[in-house]
């Protein structure tokens, strides 16, 4: 049975762009934008070309030079915006108008100073415009999940009458709770006329840290586009992220049961050139793309990944395009992990022989926290000088099958990862000269 299709909006350029310290320049977006059509994302909303004139030339170079993707830009409700907009997607392949006007109470009241009629007669008049344009128009009522239901209704009812494709849902201040959102999209679904025939979108701010639950929420719900961004950026505490929805989606499709078009392998390598483009490093814990979302410091761990990356791991590095897990050194770890180290660094050794070295690891450890392969080589000398028995680098020894386990780089044993989360292939198990069964090796090893 086919799944249905989940179409990714990215909108890193635009709603990203506009974190602090995030914004970039013509070439930056547009560099990002190639980066974005590699990685498969389905829109890419460029920017907001009245904005600027930079952002309307970023929205004009990549309308011309990316041709894969659906290109967005986005216009506040009225004919000026609309037709900046209009103007710098000309050369699209498969330009989008993205129209938005909030509908909450608060937001009529104290921002826009308008009342709901008004607010109705303004979102249709604007998709009207766009539509007479563009035949792809997305509409956003801001402030959605703030807006009373059944206005929301009427508004959205309204803007599909006058020619919209898509409706987006935004969260705009990240205040929805995930039942609440998936709900808020049921409803819509059963209430307003006419909403079979569009696309209905989520778009959720992470103010709660819910920002990525909430769009899942919303595919539950019946959404069918999801708007995210790179590394989560965004205004205030970010959108939700491009990587954690693919990869949820993709690791639990058992819960998930949908497509996108995002080829994974490109999930890292987008992540640190928007890092490297922005200069916002990635937060270390971040889930996929942070440097230690694949790191094992801890030795029960280490024991594990090493006899078989399933125990700790629920997707493979290589499957989100990062090289490989990398086993940090520190006060945690234990023989397995330091033996599988020196040996990358050309000091493969007997058991007994780690042992001597790992006594002074441990003491290393827990003075520097991290021991760094430069530290690590040191206490190799150090054992030598002291009339240790090491064996010289390359020597074969018994450890060689715990580097190939956990993938040492060496092609001609490559890795052995199983596709998560069925259909795992066993890792090898790691055996030792002087091996005596498996609870005594994993109380060592860790
Ligand atoms: O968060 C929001 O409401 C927005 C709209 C412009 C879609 O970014
Ligand atoms: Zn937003």
């Known amino acids: 049975m086919d799944r249905p299709r989940i179409t990714i909006f990215d909108t890193t ?4 762009e506009q974190s602090p310290g995030c914004s970039m320049n013509v070439q930056e977006k547009f560099r990002l934008a190639h980066q974005l059509d590699r990685l498969g994302v389905d829109v890419i909303e460029a920017g907001f070309p009245i904005a600027s004139d930079g952002d309307f030339e970023a929205v004009q170079r990549i309308s011309a030079a ?9 216009a506040r409700a009225c004919k000026g915006d609309i037709d900046r907009a209009w103007q710098a997607l000309q050369g699209a392949a498969r330009p989008r108008i993205h129209v938005f006007l909030a509908t909450s109470d608060i937001h009529l009241k104290y921002k826009l100073r308008i009342s709901r009629e008004r607010c109705l007669e303004q979102a249709r008049d604007a998709v009207r415009h766009a539509k007479s344009l563009c035949a ?21 009812e309204a803007v599909i009458a006058a020619g919209a494709t898509t409706v987006n849902i935004p969260d705009t201040v990240g205040y929805s709770m995930p039942e609440e959102y998936g709900q808020l999209i049921r409803t ?29 929420a919303g595919v539950q719900g019946g959404a069918r586009q ?28 058992d819960r998930y049961p949908y497509e996108t078009g995002i080829a994974s392998e490109q999930l890292y390598p987008s992540s640190q050139a928007l890092a490297e483009i922005t200069r916002v490093p990635v937060q270390p814990n971040k889930a996929i793309t942070g440097r230690n979302a694949f790191a094992h410091e801890a030795g029960i761990h280490q024991d594990g990944i090493l006899k078989n990356p399933l125990t700790y791991e629920i997707m493979t590095p290589q499957s989100v395009g990062v090289p490989d897990s990398r086993l940090v050194l520190g006060k945690h770890s234990g023989r397995h992990a330091l033996a599988l180290r020196c040996e990358q660094l050309g000091h493969p ?3 007994r022989e780690l042992d001597e070295v790992y006594r002074k690891f441990v003491v290393l450890a827990d003075r520097i926290k991290t021991v760094q392969d430069s530290h690590l080589l040191g206490l190799i000398e150090e054992v030598k000088a002291a009339g240790k028995k090491i064996p010289p ?3 074969d020894i018994p450890f060689t099958r715990v580097a190939a386990a956990a993938g040492s780089g060496n092609e001609s044993h490559p ?8 259909g795992a292939v066993p890792a090898p198990s790691i055996t030792f000269a002087d091996h005596h069964g498996e609870q005594e090796d994993y109380l060592w090893g860790v």
Not at 136 to 156: G, I
Not at 415 to 422: C, D, E, M
């Open 415 to 422: 890795r052995p990862f199983p596709a998560p989360p069925v």
């Open 349 to 351: 050794f007997e058991r």
């Open 66 to 74: 990316v041709r894969r993707p659906i290109i967005a830009g986005l």
């Open 136 to 156: 792809d128009v997305e509409f956003s009522p801001e402030d959605a999940t703030r807006t009373e239901v059944s206005f929301l209704c009427q508004v959205v």
């Open 226 to 253: 999801v708007e995210c961004t790179i590394n989560g950026i965004g205004e205030r505490a970010g959108n939700a992220s491009l990587e954690e929805i693919a990869m949820a989606m993709r690791v639990r499709r």
């Open 188 to 216: 819509l679904r059963d209430k307003v006329a006419g909403i079979e025939q569009v696309t209905i979108s989520t778009h959720c701010h992470n103010d709660l840290g819910l920002a990525v639950a909430n769009s899942l």
């Open 13 to 16: 350029l635009r709603d990203g």
């Open 393 to 395: 680098a390359g020597a």
